[in-house]
């Protein structure tokens, strides 16, 4: 209904010589043959903003679309109607990346920038196949003893031209083009099968967790790859902890629900990642059937900034206890900040303080001695 409404606010302020159709899922496009100048363009799409500015009442509720609109100029960018389109296409991710609700003309830049992401996709469809991601493995200490309680695996990409390449720059991509099923079944069973080696090797009885993304958990199938990658390795539920952001959540709380409580059927620990940073509803909060709480390393940077204080943390800490959840802080690099945090009675943290994600044989050491 939405859409609907969207399409015939749009119709209605174009010009009979105009056309606009929806390119599918929530994509119009707009065919202006009138236009001479880029600024007649701009004007347009000015136009197109102001009108889906005011909220659209469907249902006796109020839904606000923030859309993002890329322009294509012919011939300049593109002489048929696919190249336009493609380039039209390009500067509208470069809108929505820019926050929405703006428009942004293709150039050339931007082509080379989605070249650049071109390359990177097929790059990863091959790191899959040639054993070229890892995982690295960063400890969690409970702040009063100093024991190991918890160790979460993090994705690591060893191109063979571009060196090391962080999550956070191919996941985005992994995400788009969906080759993220592929890589969190990998991730899933690499995990599983790590705790089974330390299990075997040096006993280790605390959990490893593992991150999954809005994609992986919504698809509906995450409880049962969990359940098969447990069976496999012979694992119990408590030994691999999930790890979620507030996003994933909050879209669908329904079925949100229904998958935690699949996996915590299984037995496995719920983890909310980045907490603090996303839309937290509390309203929600107490129904997400979840273990643990992550405060965003965010919060713990700013702890030692003048002014933003330890309200957050603080609060968050409160909020913990209040609802029987641990709280585990993120990002710590300071002793300073663990100060803090253990006078605030955070149970326990991860961070550079006290390791960075390492590989795998050198938390041996680390996790035979001091593992809760
Ligand atoms: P995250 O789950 O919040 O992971 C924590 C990030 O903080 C990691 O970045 C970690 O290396 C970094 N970190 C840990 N201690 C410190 C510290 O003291 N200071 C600072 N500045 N950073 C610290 P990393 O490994 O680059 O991962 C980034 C994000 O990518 C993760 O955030 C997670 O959302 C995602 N990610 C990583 N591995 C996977 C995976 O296997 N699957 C999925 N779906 N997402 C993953
Ligand atoms: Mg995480
Ligand atoms: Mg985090």
Redesign the pocket.
């Given at each position: 209904e939405v859409l609907r409404s969207v399409a015939r606010r749009l119709h209605g302020g174009m010009r009979p010589t105009d056309t606009v159709g929806r390119l599918g899922g929530d994509e119009f496009l707009i065919v202006i043959p009138t236009i001479r100048k880029a600024a007649e363009a701009a004007a347009v799409a000015d136009k197109v903003l102001a009108q889906l500015a005011a909220p659209f009442a469907i249902g006796g509720r109020n839904f606000v679309v923030s859309p993002s609109i890329g322009i294509s100029l012919f011939p300049d960018d593109a002489e048929d109607a696919e190249g336009l389109i493609r380039c039209a296409d390009i500067a509208m991710y470069n809108a929505k990346d820019a926050g929405r609700n703006a428009y942004r003309f293709v150039t050339r830049e931007m082509g080379a920038r989605s070249r650049e992401r071109l390359d990177l996709e097929a790059a990863l469809r091959r790191a899959l196949q040639n054993g070229e991601l890892f995982l690295v493995s960063q400890p969690q200490l409970r702040i009063s003893d100093d024991l190991v309680v918890g160790v979460?695996a993090l994705l690591r990409w060893r191109h063979p031209e571009a060196g090391l390449i962080m999550p956070n720059r191919f996941l985005p991509v992994a995400e788009e083009t969906g080759l993220i099923q592929a890589i969190g079944d990998w991730v899933l069973d690499e995990v599983c099968a790590q705790v089974r080696r330390w299990r075997d090797q040096i006993g280790l009885t605390v959990p490893i967790?593992v991150?999954v993304s809005a994609q992986q958990f919504r698809d509906g199938q995450l409880p049962a790859k969990v359940a098969a990658a447990l069976d496999r390795n012979g694992l119990q539920g408590w030994e691999l902890e999930i790890?979620v952001t507030e996003g994933t959540l909050i879209d669908d709380v329904p079925s949100a629900i229904a998958t935690l409580r699949a996996l915590k059927q299984r037995g496995c620990l719920i983890a909310l990642?980045d907490f603090g940073t996303g839309y937290s509803s509390l309203n929600y909060l107490h129904r997400f059937p979840i273990d643990k709480l992550?405060i965003d390393r965010s919060f713990i940077h700013d702890l030692e900034q003048d002014g933003a204080g330890d309200s957050i943390p603080r609060a968050i800490v409160g909020l913990g206890r209040s609802l029987g959840l641990s709280v585990v802080a993120e990002g710590v690099e300071t002793e300073a900040q663990l100060q803090l945090l253990r006078s605030l009675k955070c149970e326990s943290f991860q961070g550079y303080l006290f390791s960075r994600p390492v590989l795998a044989e050198e938390l041996e050491p680390i996790l035979a001695l001091r593992a809760a």
């Amino acid at each position: 209904e939405v859409l609907r409404s969207v399409a015939r606010r749009l119709h209605g302020g174009m010009r009979p010589t105009d056309t606009v159709g929806r390119l599918g899922g929530d994509e119009f496009l707009i065919v202006i043959p009138t236009i001479r100048k880029a600024a007649e363009a701009a004007a347009v799409a000015d136009k197109v903003l102001a009108q889906l500015a005011a909220p659209f009442a469907i249902g006796g509720r109020n839904f606000v679309v923030s859309p993002s609109i890329g322009i294509s100029l012919f011939p300049d960018d593109a002489e048929d109607a696919e190249g336009l389109i493609r380039c039209a296409d390009i500067a509208m991710y470069n809108a929505k990346d820019a926050g929405r609700n703006a428009y942004r003309f293709v150039t050339r830049e931007m082509g080379a920038r989605s070249r650049e992401r071109l390359d990177l996709e097929a790059a990863l469809r091959r790191a899959l196949q040639n054993g070229e991601l890892f995982l690295v493995s960063q400890p969690q200490l409970r702040i009063s003893d100093d024991l190991v309680v918890g160790v979460e695996a993090l994705l690591r990409w060893r191109h063979p031209e571009a060196g090391l390449i962080m999550p956070n720059r191919f996941l985005p991509v992994a995400e788009e083009t969906g080759l993220i099923q592929a890589i969190g079944d990998w991730v899933l069973d690499e995990v599983c099968a790590q705790v089974r080696r330390w299990r075997d090797q040096i006993g280790l009885t605390v959990p490893i967790a593992v991150n999954v993304s809005a994609q992986q958990f919504r698809d509906g199938q995450l409880p049962a790859k969990v359940a098969a990658a447990l069976d496999r390795n012979g694992l119990q539920g408590w030994e691999l902890e999930i790890e979620v952001t507030e996003g994933t959540l909050i879209d669908d709380v329904p079925s949100a629900i229904a998958t935690l409580r699949a996996l915590k059927q299984r037995g496995c620990l719920i983890a909310l990642d980045d907490f603090g940073t996303g839309y937290s509803s509390l309203n929600y909060l107490h129904r997400f059937p979840i273990d643990k709480l992550k405060i965003d390393r965010s919060f713990i940077h700013d702890l030692e900034q003048d002014g933003a204080g330890d309200s957050i943390p603080r609060a968050i800490v409160g909020l913990g206890r209040s609802l029987g959840l641990s709280v585990v802080a993120e990002g710590v690099e300071t002793e300073a900040q663990l100060q803090l945090l253990r006078s605030l009675k955070c149970e326990s943290f991860q961070g550079y303080l006290f390791s960075r994600p390492v590989l795998a044989e050198e938390l041996e050491p680390i996790l035979a001695l001091r593992a809760a």
